[in-house]
């Protein structure tokens, strides 16, 4: 038997349908366009990638993208300078400073100085300390996708036995938080963690954000576990040419899991799709109207 395959391209496409429609409300009923601020600093290439695929997502929604491209050598300064600038925009309802800066500025120091209520990464220390306190609170993009997955295969994750592989700030915390939001037993492992297979073994629900390519092989799956797959690794197939894989032997995997998210097409619309959400979100918040109930 084969999993169930969780398509995260579908599912984002119908969150962006809804998100869509509820920015059409905004604007026509409150006069107010949502906007995002995406600011990139230097060529990383998957960056300007990333970059312009939420630029483009952005406009299909209806909303409004003010795209800052800076050279690699602004200072720290100056990129302060921009994000005091819109933190007082009142078309700004969402900034995201994409990830990694270069060495000469201080990614904690940038992340701080944003507004909390425009952090539509989520990733501010006021928004994770509301998370973890379980307070409303802009969430990181990539778990509240991971989530949405999940749970369009589990009505209820209640007692459910989680285990996260991975626990960096963007990804394997903030999907504990949730996960212990929805009442999920959670196991956190990470690099040092003794046996890692064997504590896969033990979960009905696998999240691996690692950046290991197909790490994760079919016998760390107990059978009829949902993985969701976070990995996005660039590699050279057998047959030279690059191509993109998870941090989970997918091929196997899904000859074991009982539903699994494919890379790419799973997670990464995910991603996208919450962004747009967030920033709706935030949007409604400043601007004092009913938020989305999506
Ligand atoms: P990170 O490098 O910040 O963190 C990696 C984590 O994995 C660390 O906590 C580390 O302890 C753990 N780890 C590393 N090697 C391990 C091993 N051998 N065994 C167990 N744990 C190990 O990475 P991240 O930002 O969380 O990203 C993880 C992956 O997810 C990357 O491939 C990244 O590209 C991808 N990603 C995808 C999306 C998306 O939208 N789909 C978003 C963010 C990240």
Known sequence: MTATIIDGKTIAAELRGKITADVARVTQAHGHVPGIAVVLVGEDPASSVYVRTKAKAVAEAGMRAFDYKLPATTSEADL????????????????????????QIDAHKIIFAI???????????INVGRLASGLPALVPCTP????????????TLAGMEAVVVGRSNTVGKPVTQLLLKENATVTVTHSKTRDLPAVCRRADLLIVAIGKPELVRADWIKPGATVIDVGINRVTGDDGKPRIVGDVAFEEAVQVAGAITPVPGGVGPMTIACLLLNTLRAGCVQKGILGPKI
């Open 80 to 103: 302060l300078a921009l994000i005091a600038k819109l933190n007082a925009d009142d078309n700004v309802n969402g900034i995201l400073v994409q990830l990694p800066l270069p060495p």
């Open 115 to 125: 507004d909390a209520a425009k952090d539509v990464d989520g990733f501010h220390p």
């Open 144 to 155: 509240l996708g991971c989530l949405r997955l999940v749970k369009s295969v589990h009505s």
